[in-house]
């Protein structure tokens, strides 16, 4: 056996299939793995043989837990999931997303592209070694010639709904939390330390609610242009679920949902409408007619990376002609598709054929690290136990409702089945792979052991 790689995931719906196409590449060349939810991997680490540890961040607010991690022998890999976000907010990046302290912690840090790579060694050159531009992983997934990773979930979903209009929302401002989250989470991880950045958090905040309430609209006057459409809108991972379905209990033809990731909703589509956000890419990359809304220009957000490879939309009339051109089938799907590509580059590195997943497995194998045997299974016995005592003793200690629902709605629990699939999808595809045994064993709730 090689060495340990330990995969954290914080978001199912946003990380688990990138994060099994990372353990694939690992098993392939040799590696164990584990992977799991983050507060289950946490509470392991310090049973664990010296291993290396792939987060999904290294944000300011995490360095004691990073030092943890680093004080149990570990060593730590990362990227940045909203990464994408210095190319515009590169204020909010440099204050809240990475640090100095945290990058002396790691062995290596991921970037999206060249512009976020810049972006850091700008700031902290001394640390200019350990940068790796990568592009991320999740867009490897997002690739037409991995529709079949989601082939399950597609059939499912086109067995419900057959044909639909996606709407994706991206306002994380009316969080599961409560409309104040974010800014006090600002004020105790101190993004907020002057009244600068304070006025620089609320223009945001105030910019985005009114893009949410004519975001609101547009679907309202689409959904009633098109009564014969169904319209199916996939808030963020981070939003109100029960929210979006009060606004919309009215009307016959719009659904929520919130199950499975966000690709295969994009795949099962006819077309999708997103505003500034990520899923744009996704759409761009899956070749399903993308619309970006843009009803104001007054802030730069409007300025996000899926907004340059979409089309883009002023007020719900532009929509409703757009939409009708797709339903008519005079749409034009390739107009441009090379010029856009190269445009993001420089933003989106593994946009092209590159492979994000091979280069930061390539970086991973530099990693020096103790060859270890088989994980005894005591060590997960242990770990286990102490998991039912910590769940015990918190549901006998109050604990926040909507804490833990918003917990839940991030990571509603993996199974050993759903792992398996993952991982016999990528068998199939690799001839290699095909050619080793692996296993996947639970080890306790949402956390699992490849080898």
């Given at each position: 056996m090689k060495k340990i790689l330990t995969i954290i995931i914080e978001s199912k719906?946003?990380?688990?299939?990138?994060?099994m196409m990372i353990a694939h590449e690992a098993i392939k060349r040799g590696y164990q793995v584990i992977i799991g939810s983050q507060g289950q991997i946490f509470k392991l680490l310090k049973y664990l043989p010296k291993c290396i540890v792939f987060d999904k961040c290294i944000s300011t607010f995490k360095h004691e837990i990073l030092k943890k991690i680093r004080r149990f022998g570990h060593k730590i890999v990362s990227l940045d999931e909203e990464g994408i976000c210095s190319d515009n907010r590169k204020w909010l990046y440099l204050k809240h997303r990475i640090s100095g302290e945290n990058l002396e912690l790691i062995e290596y840090f991921f970037?999206?592209?060249?512009?976020?790579?810049?972006?850091?060694?700008s700031h902290y050159p001394q640390?200019?070694?350990?940068?790796?531009?990568?592009?991320?992983?999740?867009?490897?997934?997002w690739k037409s010639d991995n529709e079949g990773l989601y082939k399950h979930e597609t059939n499912h979903i086109k067995k419900k709904y057959k044909d639909y209009i996606l709407i994706n929302s991206n306002f994380g401002i009316f969080h599961a939390i409560g409309n104040d989250f974010l800014k006090n989470q600002a004020f105790d991880t101190?993004?907020?330390?002057?009244?600068?950045?304070?006025?620089?958090?609320?223009?945001d905040i105030e910019f985005n609610k009114k893009v949410f309430l004519s975001f609101v609209e547009m679907i309202k006057f689409l959904a009633t242009s098109v009564p014969d459409q169904t319209i199916l809108i996939r808030p963020h991972p981070s939003?109100?679920?029960?929210?979006?379905?009060?606004?919309?209990?009215?009307?016959?033809?719009?659904?929520?949902?919130?199950?499975?990731?966000?690709?295969?909703?994009?795949?099962?589509?006819?077309?999708?409408?997103?505003?500034?956000?990520?899923?744009?890419?996704?759409?761009?990359?899956?070749?399903?007619?993308?619309?970006?809304?843009?009803p104001y220009k007054d802030n730069n957000f409007v300025n996000f990376v899926s907004n340059k490879l979409s089309d883009i939309s002023q007020n719900p009339k532009q929509v409703l002609e757009k939409i009708n051109s797709i339903l008519n089938q005079d749409y034009n799907l390739s107009e441009d598709r090379k010029e856009k590509i190269k445009k993001v580059k420089n933003i989106l590195q593994n946009i092209d054929n590159t492979s994000a997943t091979n280069i930061i497995l390539n970086n991973i194998?530099?990693?020096?690290?103790?060859?270890?045997?088989?994980?005894?299974?005591l060590i997960f016995k242990f770990a286990h136990l102490e998991n039912i005592l910590r769940k015990n003793i918190k549901n006998i200690i109050s604990f926040k409702k909507n804490q833990k629902s918003f917990e839940q709605q991030k990571m509603p629990g993996l199974s050993i089945d759903e792992v398996n699939s993952?991982?016999?999808?990528?068998?199939?595809?690799?001839?290699?792979?095909?050619?080793?045994?692996?296993?996947?064993?639970?080890?306790?709730e949402n956390l699992f052991h490849i080898y």
């Open positions: 719906s946003r990380e688990f299939d990138s994060r970037t999206w592209g060249v512009n976020e790579s810049k972006l850091i060694d640390y200019k070694h350990k940068i790796k531009i990568s592009g991320n992983p999740r867009i490897d997934t101190n993004i907020i330390e002057t009244k600068d950045e304070e006025e620089k958090f609320d223009a939003e109100s679920i029960e929210r979006w379905k009060e606004k919309f209990k009215e009307y016959n033809n719009v659904f929520i949902e919130y199950k499975f990731s966000v690709t295969p909703w994009i795949i099962a589509s006819k077309c999708m409408i997103h505003s500034s956000c990520t899923t744009g890419i996704e759409g761009f990359l899956i070749n399903r007619p993308t619309i970006s809304y843009l194998d530099k990693i020096e690290l103790p060859v270890q045997k088989k994980l005894n299974d993952k991982m016999k999808y990528f068998e199939d595809k690799n001839e290699q792979l095909q050619k080793l045994t692996f296993k996947v064993k639970k080890i306790s």
